[in-house]
């Protein structure tokens, strides 16, 4: 906690922390990571070993200060819908207010998005009551455009559900698309001016290949699988997520906020550990990638630590791959 930062080196070691997502709010990075538990249970493709029960927030004044730890800032008990598991949080600052975006289970196993509110960047933050009405799985990240519209990207497979709302209505024995049938995207809503509900239907966004065509269920190195984040860069909206089973970083990039987006490349060569989630963010007049691996834990899948390292962009817009073990 005390020590000065270098890059892909845990920002803290005292807790495991993932799934970061990086602002900067008053001249500062404020980072939102779930918070891994500590303990010695079996994992499953439905992410049991993943019980997360509260948040905490991290801070930093510039890229090389020590990385303060502001605790706790939200718990599982005081959210009165949630059963468990509050998975990748974001957070979104708008209307003189901090709002952190969260997903967990609610009382009937599904998992929904809840937002909770702060006047502080490092909370602590108030829980609404219910969760955003048609909200559905997991991994929230929001977008507050210069148009001062917010919208929230959503979204993960296996465990974060995604694929049992292929028809609109939850079916706990949907499985996902066929492997020649267009891969399942994220989802996208607007926001309303309050942040705490969807003022549109939500969507599915489209991915899409150089020619215009749909990325498949099989294309594993550059289908969505969780974790998505969208920043803008030179006026263009950059969605970047998980490949899930190939472990990677990718990006894909659109004209509109809501997509379509043309796949583009890899940002994230494979960290240690199983899953891979990320934020992109520009501080000062540099950018940086947030990310988390297993290092700490010697690669235990749920005890995963959050890192970042620089991330640069090409004279055509592209970004250049990262391997964050060889730097």
């Given at each position: 906690?005390?020590?000065?930062?270098?890059?892909?080196?845990?920002?803290?070691?005292?807790?495991?922390?993932?799934?970061?997502?990086?602002?900067?709010?008053?001249?500062?990075?404020?980072?939102?990571?779930?918070?891994?538990?500590?303990?010695?249970?079996?994992?499953?493709?439905?992410?049991?070993?993943?019980?997360?029960?509260?948040?905490?927030?991290?801070?930093?004044?510039?890229?090389?200060?020590?990385?303060?730890?502001?605790?706790?800032?939200?718990h599982?008990?005081?959210?009165?819908?949630?059963?468990?598991?509050?998975?990748?949080?974001?957070?979104?600052y708008?209307?003189?207010?901090?709002?952190?975006?969260?997903?967990?289970?609610?009382?009937?196993?599904?998992?929904?998005?809840?937002?909770?509110?702060?006047a502080?960047?490092?909370?602590?933050?108030?829980?609404?009551?219910?969760?955003?009405?048609?909200?559905?799985?997991i991994?929230?990240?929001v977008?507050?455009?210069?148009?001062?519209?917010?919208?929230?990207?959503?979204g993960?497979?296996?465990?974060?559900?995604?694929e049992?709302?292929?028809?609109?209505?939850?079916?706990?024995?949907?499985?996902?698309?066929?492997?020649?049938?267009?891969?399942?995207?994220?989802?996208?809503?607007?926001?309303?001016?309050?942040?705490?509900?969807?003022?549109s239907?939500?969507?599915?966004?489209?991915?899409?290949?150089?020619?215009?065509?749909?990325?498949?269920?099989?294309?594993?190195?550059?289908?969505?699988?969780?974790?998505?984040?969208?920043?803008?860069?030179?006026?263009?909206?950059?969605?970047?997520?998980?490949?899930?089973?190939?472990?990677?970083?990718?990006?894909?990039?659109?004209?509109?906020?809501?997509g379509?987006?043309?796949?583009?490349?890899?940002?994230?060569?494979?960290?240690?550990?199983?899953?891979?989630?990320?934020?992109?963010?520009?501080?000062?007049?540099?950018?940086?990638?947030?990310?988390?691996?297993?290092?700490?834990?010697?690669?235990?899948?749920?005890?995963?630590?959050?890192?970042?390292?620089?991330?640069t962009?090409?004279?055509?817009?592209?970004?250049?791959?990262?391997?964050?073990?060889?730097?």
């Amino acid at each position: 906690m005390g020590k000065n930062l270098k890059f892909n080196e845990p920002l803290v070691s005292h807790i495991f922390t993932a799934d970061p997502s990086a602002h900067v709010f008053d001249g500062k990075l404020y980072i939102y990571p779930s918070h891994d538990l500590d303990h010695d249970e079996p994992s499953n493709d439905n992410g049991d070993q993943y019980k997360m029960e509260d948040y905490h927030v991290l801070s930093m004044d510039d890229v090389d200060a020590p990385c303060v730890d502001h605790g706790e800032v939200l718990h599982l008990k005081d959210i009165p819908w949630a059963s468990k598991q509050l998975w990748a949080p974001d957070a979104a600052y708008k209307n003189n207010t901090y709002y952190l975006f969260f997903p967990a289970r609610d009382k009937d196993g599904i998992f929904r998005l809840g937002v909770a509110t702060s006047a502080n960047p490092a909370g602590p933050f108030q829980p609404e009551e219910n969760y955003i009405p048609g909200s559905f799985s997991i991994d929230p990240a929001v977008l507050v455009d210069e148009d001062d519209k917010a919208y929230v990207y959503f979204g993960g497979l296996w465990g974060g559900q995604l694929e049992k709302w292929q028809t609109g209505t939850f079916n706990p024995d949907a499985e996902g698309p066929a492997p020649t049938e267009p891969a399942l995207g994220p989802i996208v809503a607007e926001l309303t001016e309050d942040m705490l509900n969807f003022k549109s239907e939500p969507h599915e966004i489209k991915i899409v290949d150089e020619n215009g065509e749909p990325i498949l269920a099989s294309d594993e190195n550059r289908r969505y699988f969780e974790g998505p984040w969208v920043h803008k860069y030179n006026g263009l909206y950059y969605l970047s997520y998980s490949t899930g089973t190939t472990h990677k970083i990718v990006y894909a990039v659109s004209e509109k906020p809501l997509g379509p987006f043309v796949f583009k490349g890899t940002i994230l060569k494979p960290v240690s550990g199983w899953t891979t989630h990320h934020s992109i963010v520009q501080f000062k007049d540099k950018w940086y990638l947030f990310y988390h691996d297993c290092s700490l834990s010697n690669g235990v899948n749920h005890k995963r630590s959050v890192k970042f390292t620089e991330l640069t962009y090409n004279e055509d817009g592209s970004i250049q791959t990262i391997d964050p073990y060889d730097q």
